[in-house]
């Protein structure tokens, strides 16, 4: 029950403090250059949504997307409000690299850097904008199925449920899995017969093309369909310990520095 000597016990404590003193006095001014940092980058992000960025056939992502992210529902223009960084990051580098077909924007983004890219996908990460109208056709006869797919797959055809990888109601699994719930129809249609034609081609380990090819034109319209219906996530602000990636609120001014 003797425990270590107690005369160590000062001295350690003091060299302790010592030590969290030298750490904090490290890592205040890193903490406060990089929320400068991250702060410039989204007001960047947040020109080339509105303007482009200055280059040759950079029009502004606004015009389609709008400026809130909401997109165009009635023409299938996705909404990227909210997904993550990552995630429009790597879908941008795709249409750069002709992995991911688009034929819509692939001249649009030919001429920005890694760094607006950067930018601008910080930008939309952090825009919180609630479900637009979706004037596709419903169809109730689907109802049950589209509902069974996602959340069931049809394991005799090996087609696991969606919400594995899209998470809870299709509400994405950051960083990498994308929330497809609240897109609108006419979008979620267009990707999945993309990826089953293998013209969209930048998933990883072609998950969605294997899927997107077991599924029949039918069980695609009501996996759609019943996507299209929910509610997109509208993250509040979450503690910075918990931001799994950018889910968080854009500030309104600039990032506050201390
Ligand atoms: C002329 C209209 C147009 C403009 C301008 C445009 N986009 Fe798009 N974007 C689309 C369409 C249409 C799609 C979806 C279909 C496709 O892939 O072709 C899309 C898809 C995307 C996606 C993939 C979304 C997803 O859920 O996978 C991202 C991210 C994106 N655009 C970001 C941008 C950014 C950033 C800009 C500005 C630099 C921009 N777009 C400019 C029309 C446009
Ligand atoms: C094993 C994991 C996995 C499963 C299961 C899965 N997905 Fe996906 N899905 C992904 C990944 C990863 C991506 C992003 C691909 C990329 O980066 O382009 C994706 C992308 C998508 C997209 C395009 C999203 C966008 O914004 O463009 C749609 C639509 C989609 N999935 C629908 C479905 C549906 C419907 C099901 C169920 C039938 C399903 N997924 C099941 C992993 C999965």
Request: charged share 20%; glycine share 10%; aromatic share 8%.
């Amino acid at each position: 029950m003797t425990g270590p000597p107690q005369t160590t016990f000062p001295s350690v404590r003091r060299s302790l403090a010592m030590g969290l003193m030298l750490l904090a006095f490290a890592l205040i001014p890193a903490k406060a250059a990089s929320a400068d940092n991250e702060g410039a980058m989204i007001s960047w992000g947040h020109t080339i949504a509105m303007q482009g960025n200055g280059l040759p056939g950079n029009t502004a992502c606004a015009e389609c997307h709008r400026i809130n992210g909401g997109g165009m529902p009635s023409v299938g223009i996705p909404r990227i409000a909210g997904q993550t960084e990552t995630y429009i990051y790597r879908e941008i580098r795709g249409v750069q690299k002709g992995t991911r077909f688009s034929p819509y924007m692939d001249r649009i983004v030919l001429n920005l850097s890694k760094r607006d890219i950067h930018a601008v996908a910080l930008y939309y990460s952090t825009v919180r904008t609630p479900k637009l109208h979706d004037p596709a056709e419903f169809d109730p006869s689907l109802a049950t199925l589209g509902r069974r797919i996602a959340h069931r797959g049809l394991w005799e055809r090996n087609i696991p449920a969606c919400i594995i990888c899209h998470g809870q109601d299709g509400r994405g699994i950051p960083p990498n899995f994308p929330y497809i719930a609240g897109q609108s129809k006419t979008y979620l249609l267009g990707q999945l017969f993309s990826f089953a034609v293998i013209k969209r081609k930048d998933d990883p380990e072609g998950l969605m093309r294997g899927i997107a090819s077991r599924l029949t034109n039918r069980e695609i319209k009501a996996v759609a369909q019943y996507f299209a219906s929910l509610e997109p996530p509208v993250y509040g602000p979450i503690p910075v310990k918990n931001r799994p990636d950018r889910l968080r609120l854009i500030p309104h001014k600039e990032t506050p520095s201390p």
